[in-house]
């Protein structure tokens, strides 16, 4: 940034946005005003990534795989990934944009922390809602360095002011902005360094257009098989200091909807179990005592998802009923059926998703006993 800008930089707690009549994009531009000359440098030297990762709790650093070795499964994004970060050290340029997208707790924000050390790079970890002003996303560019990565998580929930400030920054590395008031305003570009943005949602459909077009490399994760979940639980076991066989390890993992997150959060409760009801020993029939206690069953479903299910079922014979009734129905926001509960139950094929609404399959029907759709009845759920 040229000397002359940064100066004149003031307050960005006064900052506002409008779009500037000479941008040909009718990109959005920051109008700073004059009165307060340094706060925006301030801004700059600001540490804003703490307050950013209120979900990164000790236990999840402690066993968030840090290279793509302890990185389990998702083979064929990791070795597309290792390709681009071999061209971008080669050609000593920070990687293109990605965008990674899937259900939570599949890796993506994982991914991201092993791709900053792979790059040996520094990773700024944010989320999407926490940029409520545009102070914030300028402060967050502004003091990036050069080869910085940025994470935006759930960013499909950007405000559009925000999002608008992104587009040169992603394309060209400059912020819009307009300094002045009335007749002394005037257009100046910021450039900035050279980084990677990350992000990551759950649901890429929600992304704006312009958006998603900037991001050059796009990638969906997949949900994870049980022997890949197996090593997932082993690896964490083998971190806490938990006892476990194979045959525990793989009841864990058939129990854990595809999610290491979940397969994670698991073992720490069968380990609880094991401590209480034995020696802490974890081996197929303790996992399985404890998972039935906490009432998952043999598929990995949950109350909700069985109250999901027993819902289409009893109440509207099967289904084709709407999210919003559904989520009505069981208390639940629609948000959090469609992007926590139905991909996986989609996925495993237990409901459909049609024009008029969800259905069960005839596998749902075929698992939970239910003959005919038009009689209610108890659903028989098996742990
Ligand atoms: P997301 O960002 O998709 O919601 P996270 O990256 O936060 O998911 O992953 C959730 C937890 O699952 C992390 O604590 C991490 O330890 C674990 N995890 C995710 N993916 C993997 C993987 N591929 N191998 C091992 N552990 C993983």
Sequence with gaps: MSGSNSERMTSPKTANFKTASTNKKEEPVAIISDDDNNKFEKL??????????????SFESTIRPKHFDDYVGQSSLKSTLKISIEAAKKRELPLDHILFYGPPGLGKTTLASVIATEMNANIKITSAPSFERPRDII??????????????????????????ILYP????????????????????????????????TTKA???????RDR?????????????????????????????????????????????????????KRVRDYAIVKSNGFINEKLANQSLDILQID??????????????????????????????????????T???????YLLQKGFIQRTPRG???????????????????QELNFDF
């Design 169 to 200: 920054a992603m394309e060209d590395f400059y912020l819009d902005m307009t300094t002045g008031k009335a007749q002394t305003l005037k257009s100046i570009r910021i450039p900035i360094p050279k980084f990677t943005l990350i992000g990551a």
């Design 44 to 57: 700059k030297n600001e540490d804003t990534t703490s307050e950013h990762i209120p979900f990164d709790t």
């Design 337 to 343: 059926i469609e992007d926590v509960y139905e991909p």
């Design 215 to 267: 991001f050059g490399i796009i990638h969906r994760l997949e949900f994870y098989t049980e022997d890949e979940l197996a090593k997932v639980i082993k690896r964490t076991a083998q971190i806490l200091e938990i006892e476990i066989d194979e045959n525990g390890a793989y009841a864990i993992a058939k129990r854990s909807r595809g999610t290491p997150r979940i397969a994670n959060r698991l073992v």
């Design 358 to 376: 969800r259905k069960l399959t005839p596998f749902a029907c075929k698992c939970f006993n239910l003959g005919s759709l038009n009689i209610q």
């Design 298 to 335: 043999k598929y990995g479903l949950d109350n909700t998802d069985r109250s999901l299910i027993n819902l289409i079922a009893n109440k509207y014979n099967g289904g084709p009923v709407g999210i919003e009734t559904i989520a009505t129905a069981l208390g639940e926001d629609s948000k």
């Design 139 to 164: 402060g967050i560019l502004m003091a990036l360095k050069a080869g910085d990565i940025l994470f935006i998580d759930e960013i499909h929930r950007l405000n559009k002011i925000s999002e608008e």
């Design 205 to 211: 459909g929600s992304l704006s257009g312009p958006l």
